[in-house]
Protein backbone atom coordinates (compact mmCIF):
# COMPACT_ATOMS: atom_id res chain seq x y z
CA UNK A 1 0.00 0.00 0.00
CA UNK A 2 1.37 3.51 -0.88
CA UNK A 3 1.68 6.01 1.82
CA UNK A 4 -0.85 9.10 0.67
CA UNK A 5 0.58 12.33 2.28
CA UNK A 6 -1.98 13.10 5.08
CA UNK A 7 -3.24 16.22 4.45
CA UNK A 8 -2.61 19.06 1.36
CA UNK A 9 -0.64 22.37 2.07
CA UNK A 10 -2.72 25.26 2.70
CA UNK A 11 -2.05 28.98 3.23
CA UNK A 12 -3.40 28.30 6.74
CA UNK A 13 -4.18 25.43 8.84
CA UNK A 14 -7.49 26.00 10.37
CA UNK A 15 -10.87 25.12 8.65
CA UNK A 16 -13.83 26.53 10.08
CA UNK A 17 -17.60 24.73 11.14
CA UNK A 18 -20.40 25.75 13.47
CA UNK A 19 -21.47 24.52 16.85
CA UNK A 20 -24.84 22.89 14.98
CA UNK A 21 -22.42 21.41 12.60
CA UNK A 22 -20.70 19.40 15.21
CA UNK A 23 -23.78 17.83 16.60
CA UNK A 24 -25.42 16.89 13.31
CA UNK A 25 -21.42 15.43 12.66
CA UNK A 26 -22.14 13.62 16.25
CA UNK A 27 -25.68 12.18 14.90
CA UNK A 28 -23.88 10.91 11.91
CA UNK A 29 -21.15 9.05 13.75
CA UNK A 30 -24.02 7.16 15.26
CA UNK A 31 -25.48 6.58 11.67
CA UNK A 32 -22.91 5.79 9.59
CA UNK A 33 -19.24 5.86 11.32
CA UNK A 34 -17.44 5.48 8.00
CA UNK A 35 -19.63 8.28 6.14
CA UNK A 36 -18.79 9.89 9.17
CA UNK A 37 -15.03 9.33 9.11
CA UNK A 38 -15.05 10.19 4.96
CA UNK A 39 -16.04 13.66 5.79
CA UNK A 40 -13.21 14.09 8.26
CA UNK A 41 -10.71 13.11 5.39
CA UNK A 42 -12.42 15.62 2.95
CA UNK A 43 -12.20 18.40 5.24
CA UNK A 44 -8.65 17.99 6.14
CA UNK A 45 -8.12 18.11 2.07
CA UNK A 46 -10.67 20.67 1.49
CA UNK A 47 -9.36 23.49 -0.82
CA UNK A 48 -9.63 27.05 -0.10
CA UNK A 49 -12.66 26.90 -1.83
CA UNK A 50 -14.20 24.38 0.11
CA UNK A 51 -13.10 21.35 -3.06
CA UNK A 52 -11.20 18.61 -3.37
CA UNK A 53 -11.29 16.03 -5.98
CA UNK A 54 -10.14 12.25 -5.51
CA UNK A 55 -10.60 8.98 -7.28
CA UNK A 56 -12.68 6.54 -5.32
CA UNK A 57 -10.09 4.14 -4.89
CA UNK A 58 -7.42 7.00 -2.95
CA UNK A 59 -10.54 7.73 -0.59
CA UNK A 60 -10.25 3.91 -0.18
CA UNK A 61 -7.03 4.27 0.75
CA UNK A 62 -7.21 7.11 2.64
CA UNK A 63 -9.89 5.42 4.80
CA UNK A 64 -8.22 2.50 5.48
CA UNK A 65 -11.01 0.38 3.74
CA UNK A 66 -10.81 -2.48 0.76
CA UNK A 67 -13.66 -2.15 -0.93
CA UNK A 68 -14.11 1.13 -3.13
CA UNK A 69 -18.71 -0.24 -1.99
CA UNK A 70 -17.78 1.50 0.85
CA UNK A 71 -16.50 4.39 -0.27
CA UNK A 72 -19.53 4.38 -2.33
CA UNK A 73 -21.82 4.11 0.57
CA UNK A 74 -20.49 6.78 2.63
CA UNK A 75 -20.67 9.22 -0.26
CA UNK A 76 -24.34 8.51 -0.70
CA UNK A 77 -24.82 9.25 2.95
CA UNK A 78 -22.94 12.36 2.93
CA UNK A 79 -24.83 13.19 -0.03
CA UNK A 80 -28.06 12.08 0.53
CA UNK A 81 -27.70 14.41 3.89
CA UNK A 82 -26.69 17.14 2.29
CA UNK A 83 -23.33 17.42 3.94
CA UNK A 84 -21.53 16.88 0.13
CA UNK A 85 -22.35 17.55 -3.49
CA UNK A 86 -20.82 15.24 -5.67
CA UNK A 87 -19.29 16.50 -9.25
CA UNK A 88 -18.56 14.11 -11.76
CA UNK A 89 -15.41 14.82 -13.71
CA UNK A 90 -15.24 11.72 -16.66
CA UNK A 91 -17.44 9.65 -18.20
CA UNK A 92 -16.96 6.82 -15.55
CA UNK A 93 -17.74 8.97 -12.08
CA UNK A 94 -14.62 7.14 -10.28
CA UNK A 95 -13.10 10.31 -9.93
CA UNK A 96 -15.30 13.12 -8.89
CA UNK A 97 -15.28 17.20 -7.49
CA UNK A 98 -16.49 17.16 -3.62
CA UNK A 99 -17.88 20.41 -2.68
CA UNK A 100 -18.51 20.42 1.27
CA UNK A 101 -21.46 22.14 2.56
CA UNK A 102 -20.20 25.95 3.04
CA UNK A 103 -23.02 25.91 6.39
CA UNK A 104 -20.93 23.10 7.49
CA UNK A 105 -17.10 23.83 7.07
CA UNK A 106 -15.02 26.04 5.23
CA UNK A 107 -11.77 27.11 4.84
CA UNK A 108 -11.48 30.84 3.24
CA UNK A 109 -13.56 34.23 3.51
CA UNK A 110 -17.58 33.04 3.83
CA UNK A 111 -18.09 35.58 0.52
CA UNK A 112 -17.69 34.46 -2.63
CA UNK A 113 -18.04 30.66 -1.59
CA UNK A 114 -20.36 29.36 -3.77
CA UNK A 115 -17.92 29.74 -6.80
CA UNK A 116 -16.36 26.41 -5.18
CA UNK A 117 -17.63 24.54 -7.90
CA UNK A 118 -14.90 25.27 -10.19
CA UNK A 119 -11.76 25.46 -7.88
CA UNK A 120 -10.56 22.32 -5.59
CA UNK A 121 -7.83 20.61 -4.04
CA UNK A 122 -6.62 17.35 -6.15
CA UNK A 123 -5.50 14.60 -4.66
CA UNK A 124 -3.82 11.53 -6.64
CA UNK A 125 -2.12 8.55 -6.01
CA UNK A 126 0.86 7.40 -8.00
CA UNK A 127 -1.13 3.84 -8.20
CA UNK A 128 -3.35 5.75 -10.55
CA UNK A 129 -1.17 7.07 -12.98
CA UNK A 130 -0.33 5.50 -15.84
CA UNK A 131 3.21 6.64 -16.12
CA UNK A 132 3.99 6.02 -12.54
CA UNK A 133 6.90 4.39 -13.01
CA UNK A 134 8.36 7.67 -14.83
CA UNK A 135 7.02 10.35 -11.85
CA UNK A 136 9.61 12.51 -10.89
CA UNK A 137 12.12 11.39 -14.24
CA UNK A 138 10.08 13.34 -16.65
CA UNK A 139 11.72 16.65 -18.55
CA UNK A 140 11.06 19.48 -16.44
CA UNK A 141 7.84 21.52 -18.54
CA UNK A 142 8.35 24.63 -19.86
CA UNK A 143 8.03 27.73 -17.91
CA UNK A 144 6.19 30.56 -18.66
CA UNK A 145 8.57 34.05 -17.94
CA UNK A 146 6.86 35.54 -14.62
CA UNK A 147 7.75 39.11 -13.53
CA UNK A 148 8.70 39.89 -10.15
CA UNK A 149 7.68 42.56 -7.94
CA UNK A 150 8.83 45.71 -9.03
CA UNK A 151 9.70 44.52 -12.66
CA UNK A 152 7.48 45.60 -15.89
CA UNK A 153 7.02 43.97 -19.07
CA UNK A 154 7.88 46.06 -21.92
CA UNK A 155 6.66 45.39 -25.30
CA UNK A 156 8.71 43.98 -28.20
CA UNK A 157 8.65 42.29 -31.56
CA UNK A 158 6.39 43.19 -34.42
CA UNK A 159 3.74 45.09 -33.44
CA UNK A 160 1.56 47.80 -34.92
CA UNK A 161 2.80 51.26 -36.20
CA UNK A 162 3.87 53.31 -33.16
CA UNK A 163 1.31 55.85 -32.18
CA UNK A 164 1.88 59.43 -33.33
CA UNK A 165 2.69 60.41 -29.70
CA UNK A 166 6.51 61.13 -29.15
CA UNK A 167 8.32 58.24 -27.12
CA UNK A 168 8.25 59.47 -23.14
CA UNK A 169 12.21 60.07 -22.23
CA UNK A 170 13.88 56.21 -21.28
CA UNK A 171 11.62 54.65 -23.23
CA UNK A 172 12.73 54.95 -26.75
CA UNK A 173 12.55 51.71 -28.68
CA UNK A 174 15.72 50.17 -28.99
CA UNK A 175 15.60 48.33 -32.47
CA UNK A 176 18.86 46.68 -34.17
CA UNK A 177 19.49 48.65 -37.23
CA UNK A 178 22.16 48.31 -39.62
CA UNK A 179 24.76 50.61 -41.51
CA UNK A 180 25.14 51.66 -44.87
CA UNK A 181 28.57 52.76 -46.29
CA UNK A 182 27.53 56.10 -46.79
CA UNK A 183 25.69 56.54 -43.33
CA UNK A 184 28.10 58.77 -41.70
CA UNK A 185 28.65 57.88 -38.07
Known amino acids: MVELPTTREHRGTWVQTERAAHEAWGRLIDRSPKAAKLMHILTARVGENNAVVVSHKTLAQLMGVRSVTTVKAALAVLAEDRWIEIRQIGQNGTVNAYVLNDRVVWSG??????????????????EEQPDRAELGK????????????????????PGLDPPSQPFLGGMEPDLPATRRADDEP
Not at 109 to 125: C, K, M, N, T, W
Not at 140 to 153: K, T, Y
Request: proline share 11%; net charge negative; charged share 20%.
Open 109 to 126: PRDGIRYSLFSAAVVLSD
Open 138 to 157: QEPLRQVPSLFQGEAQLPTG
